[in-house]
């Protein structure tokens, strides 16, 4: 699964947009934030989004751990 992964990766946000149903903002069971840019999705040509800085880089999960991070998420904010 996707959201393995990136929980795994230590990623800080994932984008896509090739997925043309579903909603525009997520979070994987890890914390990471995931946003849907596809147009069918979004219903425009693009967005903007701004994010709280955190206190550092997420460190990627050891072989083995169920995508608990100590940070927390931070709170997305969408402007159109």
């Known amino acids: 699964?996707?959201?393995?992964?990136?929980?795994r990766s230590g990623a800080d946000l994932v984008i896509h947009g090739h997925a043309h149903r579903g909603?525009?903002?997520?979070?994987?069971?890890g914390?990471?934030?995931?946003?849907?840019?596809?147009?069918t999705v979004i219903h425009q040509a693009y967005a903007i989004y701004g994010f709280e800085a955190t206190a550092g880089r997420r460190e990627?999960?050891?072989?083995?751990?169920?995508?608990?991070?100590?940070?927390?998420?931070?709170?997305?904010?969408?402007?159109?």
């Open 23 to 29: 909603t525009e903002h997520g979070v994987t069971p």
């Open 1 to 7: 699964m996707l959201a393995e992964a990136v929980d």
């Open 60 to 80: 990627p999960a050891t072989a083995g751990a169920q995508g608990s991070h100590d940070a927390a998420p931070s709170a997305p904010t969408s402007e159109h």
């Open 31 to 39: 914390g990471v934030n995931v946003r849907n840019v596809a147009q």
